[in-house]
């Protein structure tokens, strides 16, 4: 349903579910990364955004005032060899997406914001108070499979993400026991039958946590726990370089009201 008039001020709840919701089904893999930065930075604005506002989101080295008329793809020269061969195809797909739509090619961030709006994923709309336009994401926020049209390979990405999202939790609980008060440890030992109590759940939804923890390459396991007896003994290791060099946090805004985006080596 299309928001016709500004919803009320979201409570910090309000936007940890929003960005929880934006990362878990499916904008963390569309490009240009606009997609996803314009849609979070639209969502942890306490009462939406105007697009002055907005254009901390965009910031970074290329464009550091946040241009909304700067490109919104990278230079190539600034891709490594496997990121230009995949470039044309990125760039083909979003404009097919553009192109569902009735919108020009993504070129720059202005574009990307116009394709959100078009296809309902944000709402501008007048301030009550002011009349100022802000934007707003629709909420909940719908997933791109259901604005645009992903290829099957795309599609079935995406919907492993939003079945991998229901132990999202208890996965986050098991990597939060490698970091008690602030330490750092390489491993832990344990069973299944015993995180399923940490993670409040049972034996099996302790497999699939561990299952999840372990698919980025950073968390291995001494043993395949898909089939494993709950009472077996085995270990998680970390390996703490490539956890920082792959893993993309987000921290909501600074107080002077940037996106606060602690980026992986991969993409810095």
């Not at 409040?200 to 302790?206: H, I, L, R, V």
């Amino acid at each position: 349903m299309v928001a016709l008039e500004p919803p009320a001020p979201w409570t910090e709840q309000d936007r940890e579910d929003h960005l929880q919701r934006v990362m878990r089904n499916g904008w963390s893999r569309m490009r240009p990364f606009s997609f996803m930065f314009l849609l979070l930075g639209a969502g942890l604005a306490e009462s939406g955004a105007t697009r002055e506002e907005l254009t901390s989101a965009l910031r970074s080295r290329e464009n550091p005032e946040g241009d909304w008329a700067a490109a919104c793809w990278e230079d190539a020269e600034d891709l490594d060899e496997e990121e230009r061969t995949r470039r044309p195809k990125l760039i083909a797909t979003a404009d097919r997406y553009a192109a569902h739509h009735g919108r020009p090619p993504l070129r720059t961030h202005a574009d990307v914001l116009d394709l959100l709006l078009a296809a309902g994923v944000v709402h501008e709309v007048p301030d009550a108070a002011g009349g100022a336009p802000r934007l707003f994401p629709q909420v909940p926020v719908p997933s791109p499979a259901d604005v645009f049209p992903l290829d099957e390979e795309e599609a079935a990405v995406q919907r492993q993400m939003l079945s991998d999202s229901a132990y999202e939790g208890a996965s986050q609980r098991v990597m939060q026991m490698f970091e008690p008060e602030g330490a750092r440890h390489k491993e832990i030992v344990t069973s299944l039958d015993r995180l399923a109590p940490l993670i409040e759940g049972d034996p099996e939804d302790a497999r699939e946590a561990v299952r999840l923890v372990t698919g980025n390459g950073d968390f291995t396991t001494t043993l395949d726990v898909s089939g494993l007896a709950p009472h077996k003994v085995f270990r998680i290791q970390c390996d703490w370089e490539q956890f920082d060099r792959t893993r993309l946090t987000f921290h909501g805004m600074t107080e002077d009201g940037k996106l606060a985006v602690t980026l992986t080596g991969d993409l810095s």
